[in-house]
């Protein structure tokens, strides 16, 4: 849900962050559209460290550092056609792309190292999670727009519409039980 959230409201992001002094509108909009494509491969930078670990546990350095150096090499390259069409939002895009392409590999050299995962279980829980995202989203923009007939401050109407949403997640969450999520808080 984070990486849908950032791009649909990336631009509030950034002016409630940076949003003062110097920093003007066009620098808003232009760091902006930075945070949105970065935003693009958001799932993947994550999954690549995750996928990163056990090679790592089985002391298998060359992997993780031969993927990370392909993907800088791809990253290199796509920044460099990109920005020419783009401008700095081919960076963003570029690394995103970078990262999208390395996750897939890693994930098919984990399958050749250490087997399958138990995909059956991951789609059930990544589309339980797809779904929780979307309803997020649509959530936090009709509250946005609610919110902005009330309150004044674009700055506290990202903030409470962050905070909602987060809330809003965690109990769908929570209700309709994502295993690997549900397990820590049943420890407790």
Wanted: with cysteine.
């Amino acid at each position: 849900p984070i990486s849908l959230i950032v791009m649909i409201f990336s631009g509030e992001y950034v002016s409630l962050l940076f949003g003062r002094g110097q920093f003007d509108q066009k620098s808003i909009s232009m760091t902006s559209q930075v945070l949105f494509y970065y935003s693009l491969g958001m799932l993947f930078y994550g999954l690549r460290e995750i996928l990163s670990k056990p090679f790592y546990a089985a002391q298998n350095t060359r992997i993780p550092m031969l993927n990370a150096s392909l993907g800088v090499g791809i990253n290199i390259i796509l920044s460099l056609v990109l920005i020419e069409h783009m401008g700095l939002g081919g960076i963003a895009l570029a690394t995103s792309i970078s990262s999208i392409i390395t996750t897939v590999l890693m994930y098919i050299s984990f399958k050749k190292k250490f087997g399958n995962l138990n995909l059956k279980l991951l789609s059930r829980n990544i589309i339980k999670v797809f779904c929780f995202s979307i309803v997020t989203l649509i959530m936090m923009i009709y509250s946005y727009k609610i919110l902005l007939k009330i309150i004044n401050s674009a700055d506290l109407i990202i903030i409470l519409c962050t905070l909602f949403s987060s809330i809003f997640y965690l109990i769908l969450i929570l209700i309709f039980k994502i295993d690997k999520i549900n397990f820590p808080i049943k420890r407790r």
